[in-house]
């Protein structure tokens, strides 16, 4: 029996440039529910002219009808007014929202500058918040992209071949020397190249509250799915992307030694064909232009029974260290500990019985989320969800769903926990 685990990335009923991903609250919830987790922390976006508080409000309306496990948000910050940073310090210790994500990359779209950056940090870091970052150098990418397309390079391979781990490596340092001279705590988010790692770790050697998570794709696969036949790579589209194998050696080294302190999923989902969901939930969008590709793939279902599998079970981590990395650290981190994260008497009973002998195949077609495929299509794994409380009630019975739309409660995170 362990506590459900806590996944602090997902992105449910979420745009994405002309994109939108495919799992709604309903249809996402209830895969992470069959994963074991039953706390996501997904996200609100700000739209540009939009306050953070109105982006919550937005957000909170989509997900309460129909969340069948617990969550929260952070809210991505776009557009740093004087009015958006004045919300801050109430998001933080009124409504909850106590980690702000901010995006490197994606210029004209997401991203933010380093002033607009720097901003935010200072007025979160004032305040007990966190800032999550994106960090990859978006403006270079953009030259990389523009000439790639230019030369007809336009099939998925190049969207790894322009987003250079130097690249990662160089905005994850900026990321922590803003947020060091800001003194707030950052948090990098999905990070994949082992030279970014290395800054982590350099500033982490200092003493300064830097922090970062991985996700199974970047453990679990390397660049060479992009090789793969026809448009099929397009399923493996997503950012940062696949990196070489000396990149998941390190991954792996950091998950051991702490340097990482969580794994998510950044389920991100997208079908691949464009039916039943339409265009703009499936990779056939960018067909001809990998740039307009959505970027993301699903994965929420499988963090437990992949980390199980390939950590545990490999000897690499132990049994303590992958519940520390999937419920208890992510809780910690973003002020949801010992609620969340943790079997204690006070905690919420959010368990789940897991049989760690039991071999099961990885598939989408009996995976619970809405995407027509899985990246880890076929493949074998040891350690399987057999039920999952929620609360104390049983939602998950082996293949069968007890769950509710709806039943899943808002969680206020307190101000950010550093571990
Ligand atoms: N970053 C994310 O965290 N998720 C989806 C796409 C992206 O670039
Ligand atoms: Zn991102
Ligand atoms: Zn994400």
């Known amino acids: 029996m362990i506590p459900g685990g806590v996944d602090v990335h997902t992105h449910l009923e979420f745009p994405l440039g002309e994109a939108e991903t495919c799992d709604t609250f309903e249809s996402g919830t209830r895969s992470a529910a069959f994963g074991g987790t039953t706390t996501i922390v997904d996200f609100a976006l700000q739209q540009r002219g939009e306050t953070p508080k109105q982006a919550l409000d937005r957000r909170l309306a989509v997900a309460q009808p129909k969340a069948s496990v617990d969550y929260g948000f952070h809210l991505i910050l776009t557009d740093v007014t004087p009015d958006a940073l004045a919300e801050l310090p109430d998001l933080i210790n009124q409504e909850g929202i106590s980690s702000f994500k901010m995006f490197m990359a994606y210029p004209g779209v997401l991203m933010v500058d380093d002033a607009g950056i720097f901003k935010a940090m200072r007025k979160a870091g004032a305040h007990g918040g966190m800032i999550n970052v994106h960090a990859e150098n978006g403006s270079v990418i953009q030259v990389l992209i523009e000439e790639a397309l230019a030369q007809g390079n336009t099939s998925p391979k190049f969207h790894a071949l322009t987003r250079p781990r130097i690249m990662e490596a160089e905005a994850s340092h900026r990321a922590i020397r803003l947020a060091e001279l800001a003194e707030v705590p950052v948090y990098l988010v999905h990070l994949s190249a082992k030279e970014a790692l290395d800054t982590v770790v350099e500033a982490r050697d200092r003493g300064i509250p830097a922090f970062a998570e991985t996700c199974p794709h970047y453990l679990f696969l390397t660049i060479d799915e992009y090789d793969r036949p026809d448009f099929e ?156 409380f929620l609360r104390g009630e049983l939602i998950v019975d082996g293949d069968v769903w007890l769950g509710r739309a709806g039943n899943g409660q808002f969680q206020r995170r307190s101000a950010s926990g550093r571990i």
Not at 234 to 262: S, Y
Not at 360 to 366: G, I, M, R, V
Request: net charge positive.
């Open 233 to 388: 790579p397009a399923k493996f589209v997503m950012t940062p992307p696949l990196r070489e194998h000396d990149c998941q050696q390190a991954l792996w080294r950091g998950l051991k030694f702490d340097d990482l302190q969580i794994v998510s999923t950044d389920h991100c989902p997208f079908c691949f064909n464009e039916n039943p969901y339409g265009i703009h939930r499936s990779k056939q969008l960018g067909r001809d232009n990998f740039e307009r590709i959505p970027n993301g793939a699903p994965g929420v279902e499988f963090r437990l029974s992949l980390l199980f599998d390939g950590g545990v079970g490999t000897g690499r981590i132990s049994l303590n260290r992958f519940v520390q990395l999937t419920a208890t650290a992510p809780a910690k981190m973003f002020g949801l500990f010992p609620r969340k994260g943790a079997i204690a008497v006070g905690s919420d009973a959010d368990l789940v019985l897991f049989d760690p002998l039991k071999t099961h195949t990885l598939s989408a077609s009996t995976h619970h989320s809405n995407a027509d495929y899985t990246l880890y299509e076929g493949r074998r794994v040891t350690g399987k969800v057999e039920k999952v």
